[in-house]
């Protein structure tokens, strides 16, 4: 059992939303066009993506069909439309203090690795030993990899995600 947990495309910014609402960049098409056809993702797999508009538009993109919707897999939740130039260093704050919303109108990050880990071993146990693929957000993919390997969250290995990007992992026991 292999997770493949992929981080959606490009997405459009649009300072006067929420990132929750905002779809695909038609820029980054290409990069999602070149992870399909990579040999990165598995050919015979389960496919979930998160509710939002950038990860269910790359996951049929990957695919070329519409992908079941997990509600619980969607990003660490930031209701605000504040603009934040020091965007990388919120999030930080929201590792360094989990319980806490790192900034007006955000999720307690503590709070979203309890939804994700808990959805992915629902989906998990509901597909013993077989691959699952997973469309998503570099935050909610970030505390879900150190959920299931017990491993501190890699906020270097979180900068380093590009959009779309894939991390594999065969987690430890669930």
Same mark, same amino acid.
């Given at each position: 059992m292999t997770l493949y947990l992929v981080r959606h495309g490009r997405s459009t910014m649009d300072r006067g939303t929420a990132p929750h609402t905002w779809g695909l960049d038609p820029a980054g098409y290409p990069a999602i066009d070149e992870l399909r056809t990579?040999?990165?993702?598995?050919?015979?797999?389960?496919w979930f993506t998160s509710p939002e508009p950038k990860t269910r538009a790359t996951a049929r993109r990957l695919t070329g069909r519409d992908v079941e919707v997990v509600h619980d897999l969607r990003e660490h939740e930031r209701h605000s439309t504040v603009w934040l130039d020091d965007f990388p260093a919120v999030v930080r704050r929201a590792f360094d203090h989990p319980a806490q919303p790192a900034h007006p109108g955000w999720e307690p990050l503590a709070r979203t690795r309890e939804r994700v880990a808990g959805a992915v071993r629902r989906l998990l146990e509901e597909h013993p030993g077989? &691959?699952?693929v997973l469309v998503g957000h570099g935050t909610?993919?970030? %505390? =879900?990899?150190?959920?299931l390997t017990g491993e501190p969250p890699d906020l &270097?290995?979180?900068?380093r995600l590009r959009?779309?990007?894939?991390? %594999? =992992?065969?987690?430890r026991a669930v």
């Open positions: 990579s040999g990165r993702l598995p050919a015979e797999a389960f077989r &691959d699952l909610a993919w970030t %505390v =879900l990899r150190s959920e &270097d290995a979180w900068a959009m779309p990007d894939v991390w %594999v =992992l065969e987690p």
